[in-house]
Nanobody, 123 residues
Framework: QVQLVESGGGLVQAGDSLRLSCAAS????????MGWFRQAPGKEREFVAA????????NYADSVKGRFTISRDNAKNTVNLQMNSLKPEDTAVYYC????????????????WGQGTRVTVSS
């Protein structure tokens, strides 16, 4: 079955960087668009970034544009999220998600999800 496993979360200070990774198995990874979403305490899950199946197209939430970079390695079945200049408002559980072929900027179209990795940014 499809498995997505996130890693790389942790506790950092404002201005620091983190790199999240998501390892995928049980699917033909190169056929899937990948997304990163996050959910802060008491808030709904929100879109962060997405990348097309071949990696040629990326999308970002306005709140992270210029600070976060999504990338993928289809040979290693991984998708990464490089997060720079972190802010306290980036504190959340970060989830990766997979959807066959087309990128989506909302959570509902993604059938496959990881368990999440927690990112805490202190001020």
């Amino acid at each position: 079955q499809v498995q997505l496993v996130e890693s790389g979360g942790g506790l950092v200070q404002a201005g620091d960087s983190l790199r999240l990774s998501c390892a995928a198995s049980g699917l033909t990874f190169s056929n899937y668009a990948m997304g990163w979403f996050r959910q802060a305490p008491g808030k709904e899950r929100e879109f962060v970034a997405a990348i097309s199946w071949a990696g040629g197209s990326t999308n970002y939430a306005d709140s992270v544009k210029g600070r976060f970079t999504i990338s993928r390695d289809n040979a290693k079945n991984t998708v990464n999220l490089q997060m720079n200049s972190l802010k306290p408002e980036d504190t959340a559980v970060y989830y990766c998600a997979a959807r066959q072929f087309r990128v989506a900027l909302t959570s509902t179209p993604y059938p496959y999800w990881g368990q999440g990795t927690r990112v805490t940014v202190s001020s």
